[in-house]
């Protein structure tokens, strides 16, 4: 059974940077198969998808256009992890973060499982 | 990016009702439609893949239908435990967006 647990500070001040990190159990981060996703979820934004990283033969990131220029997302295979860094947070970042799984089926990709969820307070 | 829409965004149920919740995508997306189920405090949790997959250790009320851009998640026999929010995802291009949500609460 795979699960993930979040760790990391959920106050922050506006320009500092979010850091939290996800470890896994039950997978590996390097697997050939799974995605390892960021996602937040506020009142005024709902669901927001914030990037992910993955393995195929070689490291890969993807990141939403919204966050791409402050986001960092990487693995940590010492430790079977992976993190989520977001440079100059302001007030518009508070939410809940949530790190992911996502797997790819014959028709299909979906997140699971999920972490417990983070909430990250952006206030001076 | 492709946009989805819910509806309704609320409903009230009574236990032992039947429920249907509509997704609608802004372009066609085949089947790579999913449903979640959020209870306050709780990450969501994978209900239905690829439109119509039932998750393993989901109860078989839950059933989803549709491809292209039109979608539906149906609850037949409403439990106490099924008063939540619920939200479809589209996983056919990146970046991942996910519904608005559709809050199912006591009538």
């Known amino acids: 059974q795979v699960q993930l647990q979040q760790s990391g500070p959920g106050l922050l001040k506006p320009s500092q940077t979010l850091s939290l990190t996800c470890a896994i159990s039950g997978d590996s981060v390097s697997s050939n198969s799974a995605a390892w996703n960021w996602i937040r979820q506020s009142p005024s934004r709902g669901l927001e998808w914030l990037g992910r990283t993955y393995y195929r033969s070689k490291w890969n990131s993807d990141y939403a256009v919204s966050v791409k220029s402050r986001i960092i997302i990487n693995p940590d295979t010492s430790k079977n992890q992976f993190s989520l860094q977001l440079n100059s947070v302001t007030p518009e970042d508070t939410a809940v973060y949530y790190c992911?799984?996502?797997?790819?089926?014959?028709?299909?990709?979906?997140?699971?499982?999920w972490g417990q969820g983070t909430l990250v307070i952006v206030s001076s | 990016d492709i946009q989805m829409t819910q509806s309704p965004s609320s409903l009230s149920a009574s236990v032992g009702d039947r429920v249907t919740i509509t997704c609608r995508t802004s372009q066609s997306i085949s089947s790579y439609l999913n449903w979640y189920q959020q209870k306050p405090g709780k990450a969501p949790k994978l209900l239905i893949y690829?439109?119509?997959s039932l998750q393993s250790g989901v109860p078989s009320r839950f059933s989803g239908s549709g491809s292209g851009t039109d979608f539906t998640l149906t609850i037949n026999i409403l439990q106490p435990e099924d008063f939540a929010t619920y939200y479809c995802q589209q996983s056919y291009s990146t970046p991942r967006t996910f519904g608005p949500g559709t809050k199912v609460d006591i009538k």
């Open positions: 992911a799984r996502s797997i790819t089926v014959l028709r299909g990709n979906y997140f699971d499982p």
């Open positions: 690829a439109a119509s």
